[in-house]
């Protein structure tokens, strides 16, 4: 089987999640760097990679990396690759990319010349001269970064984060990628409870729940790779029941609440097409007018964040709100993810930690609290 080296994209500060779930995959040769994790194996690494991330955007192969501060440099290094091993006759080939710090920092000119450079390729391995794209496509992605070239086939397609159950998110939801590291971060296991007392549209509690069952997020779903002619077509049910295998029932109690009753009659909708919504209890809720005080487990929740002076008023009350429902935090798992660098004179206790996390361009900070050190108190 042939071996290729996998470029995973991921948000901002989810690159060592994402590395440690792909080495418990038994991934070889994971490594991280800034918004990337790689790794190398074969058709079935392809399969479960793409089946099993939780956290990752997309599964790339990188077919090329090679300097390029000029477009004929661009143009020879893609018309190096081997295109006709990757591209049925027939496929189309789109390709998307970026720049960042590189002499060549035209988009549509960069990519005018990698379609030019494959096209090129394969034609004249086919010896002709058009080229049909009518059918399925494979997706081609650049980046040049300091004058270096990447060149990658894309074989997920739609976006990892699109697990295919939230076709109703509602006001500002949260990735699903996101929230699954978040999960992640706090710790949450199987046997415990949870709660997400803003749920929104139900993102982070239908993760927790698909954590706890073990459920791969892609199961379902369809992946552009099973249209390529050089994946075996065998690997991809192969990882699949491999992924259903591990699947268990999980004793975990699992909160939605939400101010509005819309939210969660669409977070409810959303953990019935996950399969999910019989591990998650949904209710509505003020929590400024709740008491979590003896509420003992992990809490990890995505407030309004709140762009103009009034609406930040309401945030910092949410907040205080928030604080004062919770009480004393002995016993509780808090993990708060918001770009407001007041939170924790309002909420009134000061994190035992705090991790930048980019909530897609947002910068923001999430908040941990751990429940065996009593946290310090801090007041607004
Ligand atoms: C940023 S959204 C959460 C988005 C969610 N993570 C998702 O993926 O859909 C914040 C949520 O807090 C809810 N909310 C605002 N104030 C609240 C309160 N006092 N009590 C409960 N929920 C509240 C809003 O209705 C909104 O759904």
Redesign the pocket.
């Known amino acids: 089987m042939k071996t290729y080296e996998f470029c995973a994209p991921c948000l901002i500060g989810v690159e060592s999640i994402a590395a440690g779930e792909f080495r418990r995959l038994g991934f070889e040769n994971v490594r991280c760097e800034d918004g990337r994790v790689y790794f190398t194996g074969g058709d079935d690494t392809l399969a479960r990679a793409n089946i099993c991330s939780r956290y990752c955007e997309r599964i790339l192969i990188r077919l090329a990396s090679f300097p390029a501060d000029n477009f004929d440099l661009l143009f020879d290094g893609v018309r190096q690759i081997a295109w006709e091993d990757y591209l049925a006759p027939g496929m189309a080939f789109p390709v998307k990319g970026y720049s960042l710090r590189s002499k060549l920092t035209s988009i549509p000119a960069c990519q005018r010349i990698i379609k030019k450079a494959a096209a090129e390729r394969l034609m004249s391995k086919r010896h002709t001269a058009w080229l049909e794209e009518s059918g399925p496509a494979a997706r081609i992605q650049f980046s040049l970064i300091r004058d270096r070239a990447d060149i990658f086939l894309d074989t997920t397609g739609t976006p990892l984060f699109k697990r295919g159950w939230r076709t109703e998110?509602?006001?500002?939801?949260?990735r699903e990628t996101l929230?699954a590291a978040m999960v992640d971060l706090s710790r949450f296991r199987g046997d415990m409870h949870f709660l997400?007392?803003?749920?929104?549209?139900?993102?982070?509690a239908i993760e927790a729940a698909l954590k706890a069952r073990r459920r791969a997020p892609g199961i379902e779903r369809r992946f552009d790779a099973q249209c390529f002619p050089f994946v075996n077509p065998a690997v991809w049910s192969a990882a699949r029941e491999e992924a259903r295998a591990g699947e268990m029932p999980s004793p975990a109690v699992i909160e939605a609440?939400?101010?509005?009753p819309a939210?969660i009659r669409r977070?409810e909708a959303n953990a019935r097409r996950a399969g999910v919504a019989d591990m998650i209890r949904f209710s509505v809720?003020?929590?400024?007018?709740s008491d979590l005080s003896a509420f003992r487990g992990v809490l990890v929740?995505?407030?309004?964040?709140g762009e103009r002076l009034s609406d930040r008023e309401s945030v910092h009350a949410?907040a205080r709100?928030l604080g004062r429902a919770l009480g004393s935090l002995d016993g509780k798992s808090v993990y708060v993810i918001t770009p407001d660098p007041e939170f924790e004179s309002f909420f009134g206790h000061r994190a035992n930690r705090k991790r930048w996390l980019y909530n897609g361009m947002m910068k923001c900070s999430l908040y941990m609290y751990f429940p065996a050190k009593a946290s310090a108190h801090v007041h607004a």
């Open positions: 998110g509602g006001v500002a939801p949260i929230a997400d007392p803003l749920c929104g549209s139900g993102t982070i609440r939400d101010i509005d939210c977070a809720a003020d929590v400024t007018k929740t995505n407030p309004p964040y949410l709100g």
